[in-house]
């Protein structure tokens, strides 16, 4: 995957609804489904051959964001 390099640190407040995001722990693209504003928690979709159920998870699991050109699901 192409990483956007146009934010050297990127906010919670800059993820938008279906953005494709990098996590951090194993570098799997997921796809942001829902923000929840109070908590800084992000609703991710992860890809179809995943074993992983869409889930919550916390902003700081976040890597970056993927280049928007790359399709998340084929």
Same mark, same amino acid.
């Given at each position: 995957?192409?990483?956007?390099? !146009?934010?050297?640190?990127?906010? $919670?407040?800059e993820? +938008? ?8 722990? #194993? ?12 908590? !800084?928690?992000?609703?991710?979709? $992860?890809?179809?051959? +995943?074993?992983?159920?869409d889930?919550?998870?916390?902003? #700081?699991?976040v ?12």
């Open positions: 995957l192409l990483l956007s390099s !146009s934010s050297p640190m990127l906010t $919670y407040e993820i +938008s609804i279906n953005d494709i995001l990098i996590l951090r722990d #194993d570098e799997t693209a997921v796809r942001c489904l829902d923000k929840d504003e109070e908590k !800084s928690l992000l609703y991710v979709s $992860y890809p179809p051959n +995943s074993t992983k159920e889930q919550w998870i916390e902003f #700081d699991r890597l970056k964001r993927a280049d928007r050109s790359v399709p998340f699901h084929e």
